[in-house]
């Protein structure tokens, strides 16, 4: 049904002429957009044309990724629409500090478990076979009922991830198309920002195809080169928008000067930190300890051809990490300057500022491929997560506990390929709800991983550590977060607002002072210290089970 909107659609010539106008821009964006899409839906197909139809091959590649490959697939995962969408978002709110939050401290500690867990874990991969976590964690405790505990505590963390991505990824759409469709009633919105755009469920639901298709039929090796070229695109086009939209908002003809114009033109609030506490800050520190547990860079990090593989992306992660949150962040502050245009107005949506500016301060045409270089930041991650969910079901559910032999090669992938579709499914569901913020929800995703990083950590370096002092550690862990992630879904119920989830702090009681921290601080302590006090008190590993992992013991 076709209506127009006597508010939205003025009888003058002139704003009809601009309404014309305005539709022809967002078609424009649309069409690059789905470009985009087809393009990757080729190289899923083309991909899967080298599947050699194993186990082995559809969940790690053979084995055979190289340098920068792994380089591109690991920063590509990590670098989700938290990286691009929710920091221009959360610095529109908060100010510049975010940068210092994660991004700074992010390029050191991510590098830093690469070479100190990454490189561990894929030797052992390596020479015992492992495909995942799970796996690594049943030999190195000597427990087979780990995995029961570890898996749905795995899948309901990594599904937050997920609604990161989808939900992001409809809000770009339906702000990049506004307009392109004025007179089609079911695409109408209250705002004119929105107006006329793919309704976020439609456009959330096909990147969820998309990313499916090429998933489905191209595997860990589809997946990879998938992610390659997303890296490059996000990152080319993340450079090009910040140029573009500086020079429009700075006015100047020399970059520098428009950097300049546009830094004094920061209010205080947001050019500082002077807001935030120190104890918060630093409390953030913790977060990034997450990459250490994430099941779906594990996976990645088996597909290394060797472990020479690993140098690149060590010494170039926090250059690329810099170079992406760089330019999201003073976006995100230019945003909240006198330099942006009054109309159209600011969306109230912080998850829409970065696609807002692109769309109002670039061209057309650019603006398409500046939309496209989002959606790849946004989709580098969402593949490598439905993947691995699929791994992990397949391969430490399904055949560890009915027994391999029961299942051919082209079964076991048939099964990992069911469960992303009902992974996909579900997460796409929950998306219609509209959680809340996407920097709120990487938050309390990344803080429940990082509580489980002692876990890693210790069973990679800690010769003492125990089955006991794992499952104590988990269940703390979990336990601990839940309760807190609880605390902020009743929080908004009490506020009257039930939709979104947001972060808050804790009063920490510390002499005769209390100091600001965020809820990742006690789960993480306590997770700690629950694996340490339980492994002191219990019996030790048995030595056959120390020798598969530390050379040296019983000689």
Not at 64 to 86: D, E, Q
Not at 285 to 307: D, E, I, K, N, Y
Not at 362 to 370: D, I, K, Q, R, S
Request: aromatic share 12%.
């Amino acid at each position: 049904m076709v209506s127009r909107d006597p508010v939205l659609l003025a009888a003058t010539p002139g704003k009809e002429q601009h309404r014309r106008r305005g539709g022809l821009t967002s078609m424009t964006q649309l069409w690059i957009i789905v470009g985009y899409l087809c393009l990757l839906l080729i190289l899923g197909l083309f991909a899967s044309r080298y599947f050699l139809g194993t186990r082995a091959d559809y969940l790690l590649a053979s084995r055979s990724i190289g340098p920068f490959l792994l380089l591109m697939s690991m920063f590509g995962t990590t670098m989700t629409a938290f990286a691009l969408v929710g920091s221009s978002g959360e610095a529109y709110q908060v100010g510049i500090g975010v940068y210092g939050m994660l991004a700074s401290s992010s390029g050191i500690i991510h590098s830093l478990c690469f070479f100190l867990i990454g490189i561990k874990l894929w030797e052992f991969g390596h020479r015992h076979g492992y495909t995942t976590q799970i796996e690594f964690f049943r030999d190195r405790l000597e427990s087979d009922r780990i995995g029961l505990l570890l898996f749905p505590i795995l899948v309901g963390l990594v599904i937050p991830y997920l609604l990161i991505g989808v939900i992001a990824s409809g809000t770009v759409i339906q702000q990049m198309t506004a307009g392109a469709f004025p007179d089609l009633q079911a695409f109408a919105t209250e705002s004119r920002a929105t107006h006329g755009g793919i309704p976020t469920w439609l456009g959330s639901l096909t990147v969820c195809l998309v990313v499916l298709t090429y998933v489905f039929f191209g595997g860990m090796r589809g997946t990879a080169w998938a992610n390659a070229l997303q890296t490059i695109v996000f990152m080319v086009l993340g450079l090009v928008a910040f140029f573009v939209i500086a020079h429009h908002l700075g006015g100047k003809g020399d970059l520098w000067k428009n950097l300049q114009t546009l830094g004094s033109a920061i209010p205080e609030a947001k050019a500082t930190r002077v807001d935030m506490s120190k104890t918060k800050f630093l409390s953030y520190l913790l977060v990034p300890l997450s990459v250490g547990m994430f099941p779906h860079l594990f996976q990645h990090w088996l597909t290394a051809r060797h472990a020479n593989s690993f140098k690149l992306p060590v010494v170039a992660h926090p250059i690329f990490i810099m170079i992406v949150w760089v330019p999201c962040v003073l976006i995100g502050v230019w945003a909240t300057t006198e330099l942006v245009p009054a109309k159209p107005p600011l969306p109230t949506n912080p998850n829409a500022i970065l696609p807002f500016l692109v769309k109002t301060q670039a061209g057309p045409v650019l603006g398409g491929f500046l939309a496209a270089g989002i959606l790849a930041a946004i989709m580098s991650s969402l593949d490598s997560q439905f993947l691995c969910l699929g791994t992990i079901f397949t391969n430490d559910m399904v055949t560890h506990y009915a027994g391999k032999e029961r299942f051919s090669d082209r079964q076991q992938v048939m099964l990992a390929r069911g469960f992303i579709v009902a992974i996909v499914l579900v997460t796409y569901l929950l998306s219609l709800l509209r959680p809340g913020s996407v920097f709120a929800l990487g938050v309390w995703c990344f803080s429940g991983f990082a509580a489980l990083f002692p876990l890693v950590f210790a069973a990679v370096y800690w010769k003492r550590l125990t089955k006991w002092g794992a499952y104590a550690s988990v269940i703390v862990a979990f336990g601990t977060w839940s309760w807190f992630f609880g605390t902020s879904v009743f929080r908004a119920i009490e506020a009257g607002n039930p939709g979104p989830i947001r972060t808050y702090t804790i009063d920490f009681p510390l002499g005769d002072s209390t100091h600001e921290v965020m809820p990742v601080v006690p789960v993480f302590v306590a997770a700690l210290l629950a694996l340490v006090i339980v492994s002191l008190m219990t019996r030790p590993p048995s030595e056959r089970a120390l020798r598969r992992f530390f050379p040296g013991v019983g000689q």
